[in-house]
């Protein structure tokens, strides 16, 4: 038995994990020249020696999704792991062309002028509202509508979640991007009493924090993965199509060659799978074409220290999409891990291609001049960066809207045996989500 995966981003690579461990032959292709996809770490350096470490997609893993921490662990890669913190200090929202804090804290919450105390109280009103307990979708917006009010919704909790998932709210399935709201809901009645009751019942974390990244960026994930995989493994091999031989596949790569397959792991996104299948599954092909891929990219900008205010203390900064901007988020990574940077420096990650999709696909000059206006209107930030560095993705951030898990059920169902989807297109979008559905679909392929 001989599996093809396609893709080898770190849902591919997992994929290719688990065959190894179930001692099954397989192939990995991946189109570009590295392994990672967008996990990708890369390091600056300016002439006077200062460095720095940024990361293109990205940066922190949620351990309540238990997946990355448990490769990791398999991996022997533990030790090089990272508390990133989970500090929410400084995080800001743009309402109305200023800044504010977000409320974390209670005296943020009652200080806030985000919110009337109309908004106040019927956030607080929350334990009041009646659980819904079913198992349908809806979208991310609904649901924060029903149980926080739509004040919440439009001043702090959309702008976080919308730009968590680089999307509109009002479209966005919670069933994708939050399941664990709507369980809290279903076990505890709410979000306050889900939270408390899960607090209370405290189950024992396998890891010691909430998020991890690695010393020397999430790519060392990827780049174990990759090292320590023993089957028939190859770059710069773009699939063009899936075809039917006899009782298996060929699968035909963009140099010429192709090769036999028994089965086939797509890790690739909707789109790309999309068009590898159309000969072969043309109903599926289409459904998978009609899923939405945004825009996605961030820049990482260097600068001295002092050409960056210090009032107020912002470490990050969400921007909705009704600000009219044409950046989506800032974090100011040298604040967040100061240990990433050279000391007197400031580094700075802008995320692109939600609110103004065409800034992916800006020549360098003019995505740097468009990004230096925003910084500087928005934030003070008036001098030009020491150094920097751009990762783009067209259509790579994919949008589950309402019913999104049931469409690919249903897709799923179309395709021809011992095919397989895997990754963040699919079953949710987080690292951890990838890194299950490729082990289970390896699982799938092998049983
Ligand atoms: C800016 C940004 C920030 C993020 N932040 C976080 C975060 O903090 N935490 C988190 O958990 N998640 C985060 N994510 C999400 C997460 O990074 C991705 O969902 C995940 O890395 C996707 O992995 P993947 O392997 O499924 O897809 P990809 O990484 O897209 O890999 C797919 C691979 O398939 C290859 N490929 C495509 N077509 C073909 C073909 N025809 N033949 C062969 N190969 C092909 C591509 O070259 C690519 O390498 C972030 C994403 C972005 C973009």
Not at 158 to 181: A, C, F, H, K, R
Not at 274 to 288: C, F
Not at 299 to 319: Q, R
Request: hydrophobic share 40%.
């Amino acid at each position: 038995m001989k599996i093809a995966i396609i893709g080898g981003g770190v849902t591919g690579l997992s994929a290719a994990w688990e065959l190894q461990q179930r001692g099954i032959e397989f192939i990995l292709l991946e189109a570009s020249d590295r392994w990672g996809g967008k996990v990708v770490s890369s390091k600056l350096e300016l002439p006077d020696g200062a460095r720095f470490l940024v990361e293109g997609g990205p940066d922190t893993l949620i351990t309540r999704k238990p997946e990355a921490w448990d490769l990791a662990t398999e991996l022997g890669l533990l030790d090089q792991a990272t508390n990133p913190g989970s500090e929410t200090r400084g995080t800001f929202v743009l309402d109305n062309a200023s800044l504010h804090p977000i409320p974390v804290s209670p005296s943020l919450f009652f200080s806030t002028p985000l919110l009337t105390p109309r908004g106040k109280l019927r956030l607080l009103a929350e334990p009041f509202q009646p659980a819904r307990r079913d198992d349908e979708d809806e979208s991310l917006a609904d649901f924060v509508r029903r149980r926080l009010g739509q004040e919440a919704l439009d001043k702090f909790i959309g702008p976080v979640l919308g730009g968590i998932y680089n999307t509109d709210p009002e479209t966005q399935s919670i069933m994708v991007s939050s399941p664990i709201m709507r369980e809290m809901e279903k076990d505890g009645g709410g979000l306050f009493a889900g939270a408390l009751k899960r607090m209370l019942r405290k189950k024992k974390r396998r890891a010691p924090f909430a998020f991890v990244s690695f010393k020397n960026g999430l790519q060392a994930l990827t780049d174990e993965l990759a090292r320590q995989l023993t089957g028939d493994l190859r770059l710069n091999s773009r699939v063009e199509k899936v075809t039917r031989d006899g009782s298996g596949y060929r699968v035909l790569i963009a140099d010429g060659n192709s090769i036999y397959a028994d089965g086939v792991i797509f890790a690739t996104l909707a789109n790309q799978t999309s068009s590898m299948i159309r000969e072969l599954a043309p109903e599926a092909s289409g459904r998978l074409d009609a899923i939405c891929h945004q825009n996605i990219g961030t820049l990482s900008l260097v600068y001295g220290e002092s050409d960056v205010p210090k009032e107020p203390y912002v470490s990050g900064l969400m921007i909705p999409r009704r600000e009219k901007r044409m950046i989506d988020a800032v974090t100011f990574t040298s604040r967040k891990t100061p240990e990433r940077s050279t000391a007197g420096y400031a580094v700075v990650r802008v995320f692109i291609g939600g609110g103004a999709p065409q800034m992916v696909d800006f020549s360098d000059e003019q995505l740097l001049e468009a990004t230096q206006k925003e910084l500087g209107e928005l934030l003070g930030i008036r001098a030009t960066p020491q150094i920097w560095t751009a990762f783009r993705w067209q259509n790579g951030f994919p949008q589950a809207e309402v019913g999104h898990l049931k469409r690919i059920d249903e897709i799923e169902t179309l395709l021809p045996a011992n095919l397989a989807l895997a990754g963040s297109s699919y079953r949710g979008i987080a690292v951890p989500d990838c890194i299950r559905q490729g082990r289970e679909a390896a699982r799938k392929l092998s049983a």
